[in-house]
């Protein structure tokens, strides 16, 4: 955000102060601004005992004011609340078959129906359904899908994927939709992307706009527009890689991340990884760095450097020790996205540190 909004409304406005903005318009003052001089000089010209009465009453008015901003302050606190309550649930319509919240089918008559937090919607082989949330988005869940509504932090919106595969649209603003899997959390970003979830637990993340974070216990993985990233029970998201990738490139990140390869295995495989990859490829290879045992970290480092030179203050040696803002500077280097975004989201947002169990 440029500060000079807060001045005198140019540059681009933060997302957060238009929402306060937006919310707190109600109160706006909306009668002409008194004359002062003239009521000062008014004031200066009374006996003595109307200045004192005037000087009571502006007293007394000042305390009225500020009575009428507490009160407006409290009833702005309640309507959020109020708003918090009625949206807590999403709307849930029927696309094709005959789609259940629980034991309750729903859609027969068209209507929708509310999925409040604790409930499962199920989808047959034969069903599909769309759920809503006006300050969210919309996510369409393809047949054969489990997904829960859990419970989330205020001013987000959290689901679990057991299995199946949906497909979010996200409007809200960043890290405030949330979808737990068996083997990961992905993050919303400001993004449209497909999840899918197989009965293993295994999933794959694809992002058409925008990007996605994913992360298990300190472990994550930033997918932009045109990337996926499979993840795995109990190791957790993989290494992301774009989709027109070469067909080398993916079969070997593939053995890199698999958890039976041996590490003369892996070192091979990224040895592959390294000579296929292309510039485009730097948001593998970035994510290489921290993921390639150290032995193997300066191929990665050399190779990075050579198709996206390291950012002024970045070094070889801090990046070979995973220094997190060099590793941090040299990802925003890379034009997919400022990856404060997502470092804001850890602070406010730990309890998504972990994928349910």
Sequence with gaps: ???NYLWDGSGEPDPEIQRLENALGRFRHNRPAPDFRALTQATLTLPAPRRVRMSFIAAFAGLAAAALLAVGVVEYENSLHRTSISQSAWNVSTKEGVPRIGANMIGINGEMAPLQTGQTLETDQNSRATITDNATGEVDVDPDTRLRAVQSRSGT??????RGTIHAQIWAPA????????????????CVYTLHVDDSGNGL????????????????????????????PNSGPGTPYFEDAPTKLREALAQFDS?????????AALGIVLSEARKRDALTLWHLLSRADESDRSRVYDRLASLVPAPAGVTR??????????LDSWWNQLGLGDVRL????????????HAPK
């Design 317 to 326: 040696e801090g990046i070979l020790r995973l220094d997190r803002t060099m």
């Design 1 to 3: 955000m440029n500060d």
């Design 342 to 353: 997502w470092r804001n989201w850890e602070r406010n947002w730990p309890d998504s540190e």
């Design 157 to 162: 919106k959290r689901l679990a994927l057991d």
């Design 205 to 232: 993340l694809q992002t058409s706009f925008g990007w996605v974070g994913f992360k298990l216990n300190g472990h994550e993985s930033f997918i932009p527009t045109g990337a996926a990233c499979a993840t795995h």
């Design 259 to 267: 958890r039976s390869a041996t590490p003369a295995e892996r070192s």
């Design 175 to 190: 890290g405030s939709f949330v979808v737990d899997t068996p083997s990961a959390v992905a993050v919303d970003l400001g």
